[in-house]
């Protein structure tokens, strides 16, 4: 059978088992591998050899970096520093610019924290502030909303990402670079321009004397001693990033040296992240004194299981994809159509994560697909990494349980998520892919992209 129709029918049974049987993203993408190997013909024992090694080589580029950045994570999040960082952003813009404020707080805690528990994390706050400024809470939730998804789903060192740059071949320091460069105006642009449309005339007028009492709320704003501050938070949150990314730009100037291989060395994204993770650990034990460092560790490593199992079953799928000519059927197919390779990777992930509601395996599965049929096309594997994340951000419908979210913890209803996910992620996406397809353009003089 012909790869391109197998997919098809293999995507359409995945669809079924993750949405209607609820089987698990991780056994749905293992079982898609096996029946789709056996769809087309591949022997069993190259079905047996490709599938542990898509495994391992999934685990060889990004396992570790899942396990150190979700360890990294829980420090932060459980010592109460996301939340101090959250505080003192609303602090440092100030009572006209709240919504300005949860946007960037948005921005910066998805990069190392996983949306989820971000989102959970500064909802009190959100609520809180909302209460006081009773400005529109639609308007609040498009600002969080948005500046977590787009980091959640495009900047490492968060497993979607990562894994896409992986993927293809990408140098991960500048695939945060450019991920942040692409994504930050998006960010704005809906997350703080469409939220403040959202908040209507009469909304705004009500609001304007309660404004006025948020900077003078201690009980909500003041700094919590017994809680890392806010800079020291903010610290901790870019630390890692700037150990990869310092590294990433001096390797442009210098090539050979002992200067050289210290900083490449510190630099590597592993490493980077298993110092900042021992780092933060240590820094924040203070306020978390019930375990010890090397406790929360292991409790904290324990409930990365199930995120390592599902990115390796999609390394599984893609290894399996990868040993046909699909490739090659789609860029016959793209010619004949005269489709922009760039819209190849986005329009799939959107698709896909329309449709199993998870955006890590909606990267995974496009990036296995679109990634060989980009760089044959001469695509630079930024370019295509980054089509592929901002078209799985884009698609948030009722299939994604992140969907629900402002239902859940901001008191919306079904009609106001529509307006607050689905709609802010489909403008912060086509913006991210307006300013890609500008990058692209100019691919072959910018730094990093090749």
């Known amino acids: 059978m012909s790869p391109l129709v197998a997919f098809l029918v293999v995507f359409i049974i995945l669809l079924i088992a993750l949405i209607k049987l609820k089987v698990t993203p991780s056994v749905g993408l293992f079982a898609a591998a096996v029946i789709f190997g056996l769809m087309v013909g591949m022997p ?37 520093a996301t939340e101090e960082l959250a505080k003192g952003m609303v602090r440092l813009f100030g ?3 709240d919504l300005l404020a949860l946007n960037l707080v948005g921005f910066i805690l998805s990069i190392p924290i996983y949306f989820g528990c971000a989102y959970i994390m500064t909802a009190p706050l959100v609520n809180a502030i909302q209460k006081i400024s009773k400005k529109s809470m639609k308007g609040y939730v498009i600002a969080i909303f948005t500046g977590l998804m787009l980091t959640h789903s495009c900047v490492a060192p968060t497993p979607g990402p990562l894994a896409v740059a992986g993927q293809i071949g990408a140098n991960v320091g500048w695939f945060i670079i450019w991920g942040i460069i692409v994504c930050l105006p998006a960010s704005l642009l809906v997350g703080w321009l469409y939220a403040n449309l959202v908040t209507s ?15 003078e709320d201690d009980e909500l704003l003041a700094p919590d001693p017994t809680k890392p501050s806010a800079l020291k938070a903010f610290l901790l949150v870019i630390f890692p990033i700037v150990l990869i990314v310092f ?55 324990n409930s990365t299981g199930n995120i390592l199992l599902i990115v390796g079953a999609g390394g599984c799928f893609a290894a399996m994809l990868g040993a046909t000519t699909m490739s090659t059927d789609l860029v016959n197919i793209m010619s004949a159509t005269n489709m922009p390779v760039i819209l190849l990777g986005f329009l799939l992930a959107f698709c896909i994560r329309a449709a199993v509601g998870s955006a890590t395996a909606a990267m995974l599965t496009s990036i296995a697909i679109a990634g060989p049929v980009c760089l044959v096309a001469g695509m630079s594997p930024i370019i295509a990494g980054l089509s592929v994340c901002l078209g799985a951000s884009s698609a948030t419908f009722p299939t994604d349980v992140t969907f629900w979210f402002p239902i859940t913890y901001n008191g919306l209803n079904a009609k106001d998520c529509i307006m607050t996910t689905t709609v802010p992620c489909i403008f912060s996406g086509l913006i991210g892919l307006i300013i890609l397809a500008v ?11 090749f």
């Open 44 to 80: 069993a024992a190259d079905i047996l050899s490709t599938l542990p090694a898509g495994f391992g080589n999934m685990m060889k580029s990004i396992g570790l970096l899942i396990v150190f950045g979700s360890i990294f994570g829980d420090f932060l999040g459980n010592s109460g």
């Open 95 to 97: 009572k006209k610019n």
């Open 201 to 215: 005339k009469e909304e705004k007028k009500k609001s304007h004397e309660a404004m006025k009492e948020i900077v």
């Open 247 to 301: 590294a990433s730009i001096f390797s442009l100037f210098v090539q050979e040296g002992v200067a050289y291989t210290v900083i490449n060395f510190i630099g590597n994204s592993n490493i980077a992240l298993f110092i900042a993770m021992l780092v933060t650990g240590f820094v924040l034990h203070k306020y978390m004194p019930e375990k010890s460092v090397m406790q929360f560790i292991d409790d904290s490593a």
């Open 439 to 449: 990058l692209n353009a100019f691919a072959g003089v910018l730094p990093g992209m």
